[in-house]
């Protein structure tokens, strides 16, 4: 027995008898004009079959995370359905929207131009979190706001930012191994029991990837991640 709690741009979330919740992966992705764009706030396009395919890269990383000793909400997965059960978490706010940018482009580029040219490598990586809110264009919002409107507290956000650090480092990592390039990640981390985890996915469709000087669809993008 399960309740729909929630539904997302690319996923439905339930909950489930043992207190747990399970996340129904869908086939759509964030974009415009039916282009992929990880950076968009809407839904702008169907690709049949991702959400599973989504599903089994976020299972890769997930375990990559439990190996390097990275806690998250992850508890296992049925490909066959497209679904992943988790650990109950609560997000922050009406929920908050964490991006990890090691080249700047997207926008990035469309806010700060003016100051840095698209393709600059972000020494270290930059992190950044917007609200989770459409009509509002998924506003930018700082850690002192954070914790100013109540949000998180300061010694959250600093557990998340270094969390978001040290994961996008696996991913781009592994990335780098088979040929391509980290530019930028999202992720939505979440709270159980007072501890910032990684909640979500970790999926193609979150990440923006360079093979070269040309970007990597989300599609292929997961059979190069899956079938190395």
């Known amino acids: 027995m399960m309740n729909l709690v929630y539904t997302g741009k690319t996923k439905d979330v339930y909950k489930l008898e043992n ?10 992705c964030t974009g415009k004009d039916g282009k992929f764009d990880p950076g968009e706030n809407s839904v702008g396009l169907t690709i049949e079959g991702i959400g599973k395919e ?13 190996k ?11 490909i066959d359905n497209a ?39 972000l020494e270290g990586g930059y992190v950044e979190c917007t609200f ?4 509002k264009g998924d506003p930018l919002v700082t850690g002192e ?28 990592d592994d990335l780098k191994s088979i040929g391509l390039d980290l530019w930028d990640i999202k992720f939505e981390f979440g ?10 996915e970790i ?17 292929e993008l997961t059979k190069l991640i899956l079938n190395r």
């Open 191 to 200: 709270y159980n029991n007072d501890e910032v985890i990684l909640i979500d």
């Open 54 to 66: 989504n599903l089994k890269t976020s299972v890769y990383y997930f375990d990559l995370l439990k």
């Open 83 to 121: 679904t992943m059960e988790v650990l109950p978490g609560k997000v922050f706010g009406h929920g908050l929207e964490v991006i990890c940018r090691l080249v700047a482009t997207g926008s990035f580029i469309r806010r700060y131009g003016e100051y840095i040219e698209d393709g600059t490598v």
């Open 132 to 135: 989770k809110n459409d009509e």
């Open 203 to 219: 999926a193609s469709g979150n990440m923006r990837v360079y093979k070269g000087n040309e970007i990597v669809d989300p599609v």
């Open 19 to 28: 207190g747990n919740v399970l996340l129904k992966f869908k086939d759509d």
């Open 145 to 172: 706001g954070l914790a100013a409107l109540g949000v998180m507290s300061p010694e959250m956000f600093e557990s998340m930012k270094e969390q978001t650090l040290k994961i996008t480092k696996v991913v781009a």
């Open 68 to 78: 390097a000793g990275i806690k998250t909400h992850y508890v296992s997965a049925d």
